[in-house]
């Protein structure tokens, strides 16, 4: 998958903001290529529900967010279209140019089985 190559390195990114994915297991780092700050896994796709507004972390769920589809955004960004798995909310969220593209084709893959029965 491309990537906005103008965006650079944030700065501001820290080491303590790297983790361990919830879903998976891998260590994440914060940094992404092509985006501000990152927000997902980028082998499995998954993220934690703990932003209100990009960044911010203040949303109490703290649900795991399970990557259902895949969009293009206004101004064509490609992003991922999550699902709380613990209250539903549904969240979208830049794709990073390091996301695992096995993993994203199996979830377009899947999302267009839903829609046509299995059949195509």
Request: hydrophobic share 30%; net charge positive; with cysteine.
């Amino acid at each position: 998958m491309g990537y906005d190559r103008t965006r650079q390195k944030n700065s501001s990114l820290k080491e303590e903001d790297s983790f361990i994915c919830i879903h998976c297991g891998a260590p994440v780092s914060a940094w992404a290529p092509g985006t501000r700050q990152r927000n997902h896994c980028p082998h499995c796709l998954h993220s934690i529900h703990i932003d209100i507004t990009p960044g911010d972390r203040r949303e109490l769920c703290r649900g795991v967010l399970e990557p259902i589809g895949l969009w293009v955004r206004e101004g064509g960004d490609n992003a991922l279209l999550h699902r709380c798995k613990r209250c539903g909310t549904l969240r979208s969220n830049r794709l990073a140019g390091d996301d695992d593209e096995s993993t994203l084709r199996r979830i377009a893959e899947r999302a267009l089985s839903s829609v046509t029965g299995g059949a195509g």
